[in-house]
């Protein structure tokens, strides 16, 4: 049980294109869910923390206008790289809180050319 | 601001003897800690939780060592595996699954035969 399923697994954008990656809990409602970015060989980067029906807060140094979080259900967050560069490339992973602890989603990597 | 830390970026192990991963941190408002293994571009499997109340907790072939007079804890595995072979990360929260995991800097784990 609680299970998150996170899409795309992998993608391609050009420069300059927006890219909205997916979260979905698939049996438990998710009213906290957590972004966090991997850059090669590099610790887990806690991005924003987003509660259902609220907006998004972001952690020190991150682009809230770049990287859009809509958690509008209790299934459902996204987060939306607008106008992807180079140095967006990277490997996105969510997570909601469940009740013995935190469950991740699979990650998606992100590769903008 | 790096409030948790995995000072050894890698450790070789002979397979059936003991692995020993560190973690220490600086924040002392966190109270519960969590060891993840992860594989690249996929999402962290968690091993083993400890609170703040404890100082040992133990799940088969794992055992977490928590000194909170040090903002010190430790994963011990025995015995190692090749299987366990993978990143080891630490992670810490201010409250257990309610509030953000901070990640450690991750620990390459290899086993050999």
């Known amino acids: 049980g609680a299970v998150v399923s996170q899409h795309p697994s992998r993608v391609i954008c050009k420069s300059g294109t927006s890219v909205k990656i997916e979260c979905r809990s698939l049996?438990?409602?998710?009213?906290?869910m957590f972004w966090y970015r991997q850059f090669p060989k590099k610790s887990l980067m806690l991005m924003a923390t987003?509660?259902?029906?609220?907006?998004?807060?972001?952690e020190q140094g991150v682009e809230k206008d770049k990287f859009l979080i809509n958690h509008a259900s209790l299934t459902l967050s996204t987060l939306t790289v607008t106008s992807a560069h180079p140095e967006d490339s990277s490997f996105y992973i969510c997570?909601?809180?469940?009740?013995?602890?935190?469950?991740f989603g699979s990650g998606t990597r992100l590769t903008v050319v | 601001d790096q409030q948790v830390k995995q000072n050894s970026p890698s450790l070789s192990v002979q397979e059936g003897r003991i692995s020993i991963l560190n973690c220490d941190y600086t924040?002392?408002?966190?109270?519960?800690f969590l060891w993840y293994k992860k594989y690249p571009a996929e999402g962290p499997t968690f091993l083993i939780s400890?609170?703040?109340?404890?100082d040992k907790n133990e799940d088969g072939r794992f055992t977490v060592f928590l000194n909170k007079s040090a903002k010190h804890l430790s994963l011990h595995i025995v015995p190692s595996q090749p299987g366990d072979s993978a990143v080891y990360f630490c992670?810490?929260?201010?409250?257990?699954?309610?509030?953000?995991?901070?990640f450690g800097t991750g620990t390459r784990l290899q086993v050999f035969p």
């Open positions: 997570s909601a809180t469940i009740s013995y602890g935190y469950t």
């Open positions: 049996d438990f409602q998710a009213t906290t």
């Open positions: 987003s509660n259902e029906g609220s907006k998004a807060t972001y």
């Open positions: 924040n002392s408002m966190f109270d519960y």
């Open positions: 400890i609170s703040s109340i404890k």
């Open positions: 992670a810490a929260s201010v409250s257990h699954n309610t509030d953000k995991l901070i």
